[in-house]
């Protein structure tokens, strides 16, 4: 997949938001000679991800209506409620993927986790289920567990995530 470089971004965390080393980063752009020399709108290679557009799912998520949905080429597949980020840790706006996923990883995050691609933040199940439908998160979105499971077994690693307020 690709990536375009936003303000403010540097290649070491544009390697940390996909998981991915600054060694297979460069590998996979060898046109990059000096990697503090890169520009806002200049297209990265990420290694290992498919194109997020020859995924035929793709999830929206409204922070206002505290739902997520789930699409299938286009078509509505279901939709979830979620729990979203406190106003302290709101949870980030804008276009993300699904980078990788843990099952079972402890702690609050349910039976699931799913890493989006900006570091720390993802979609996951919970061990505090009264939690869905409310702004509680550190920023994350937080799904039932059932519900976090029936999305996982659907989108591939790739699958394009949009925030909206």
């Known amino acids: ?34 990697p503090a020399l890169i ?10 991800l498919p194109d997020p557009y020859s995924i035929p799912y793709y999830i929206t998520v409204s922070l206002k209506n505290r739902r997520l949905t ?11 409620p979620v729990g979203i980020g406190k106003m ?13 996923r843990e099952s079972n990883p402890g702690g609050p995050y349910g039976v699931m986790w799913l890493s989006l691609s900006k570091r720390g933040y993802g979609i996951h199940g919970t061990n505090n289920p009264s939690s869905i439908g409310k702004e509680v998160s550190k920023g994350c979105i937080r799904m039932q567990n059932r519900d976090v499971l029936e999305v996982a077994r659907q989108v591939p690693n790739g699958t394009r995530v949009m925030i909206i307020r």
Do not use: C, D, W
């Open 1 to 34: 997949m690709q990536h375009i470089v936003k303000p403010g971004e540097t290649l070491a965390i544009i390697a940390s938001n996909y998981r991915r080393t600054l060694m297979q980063i460069l590998s996979a752009n060898p046109s990059i000679t000096n």
């Open 39 to 48: 520009y806002p709108g200049q297209r990265i290679i990420i290694p290992g």
């Open 70 to 80: 789930l699409y299938r080429s286009g078509q509505i597949v279901k939709t979830y």
């Open 88 to 100: 302290l840790t709101q949870t980030p706006v804008g276009e993300f993927v699904i980078v990788n």
